[in-house]
């Protein structure tokens, strides 16, 4: 069974930054073909943030992080990033990271359901 094991997260400041990183185990990295980053605040639902189709490069991202996070791969280590930059109290949440395997077929890159991989998630809190 493929693992995702989240790390970075913690308490800033708005308008600091933050690096979280997700590394997968059990598995040949190359196989986890979409990798993406979710998060969840308390009342609302699960909000695809970040999300790249290794294959072609394909990206999906929120408007409301837009030219603030980044999500880069790095097949040497098995993991993903999740860069966050000018942070938000907004971008309280916990977040998580999913892998799925195979073609990505044009759905949504950010909606939860086309992922089969997750992690336990990591906390972030930004403090106004």
């Known amino acids: 069974q493929v693992h995702l094991a989240e790390s970075g997260g913690g308490s800033v400041q708005a308008g600091g930054s933050l690096n979280l990183s997700c590394v997968a185990s059990?598995?040949?990295?190359?196989?986890?073909?979409?990798l993406g980053w979710f998060r969840k605040a308390p009342g609302k639902e699960h909000e695809g943030v970040a999300a790249i189709y290794r294959r072609t490069g394909a990206l999906g991202l929120a408007d409301s992080v837009k030219g603030r996070f980044t999500i880069s791969p790095d097949s040497a280590k098995s993991t993903v990033y999740l860069h966050m930059n000018n942070l938000k109290p907004e971008d309280t949440a916990e977040y998580f990271c999913a892998a799925a395997e195979g073609i990505w077929t044009g759905s949504p890159l950010l909606a939860p359901r086309t992922y089969t991989f997750w992690g336990q998630g990591t906390q972030v809190t930004v403090s106004a």
């Open positions: 059990n598995t040949d990295f190359e196989n986890l073909t979409k």
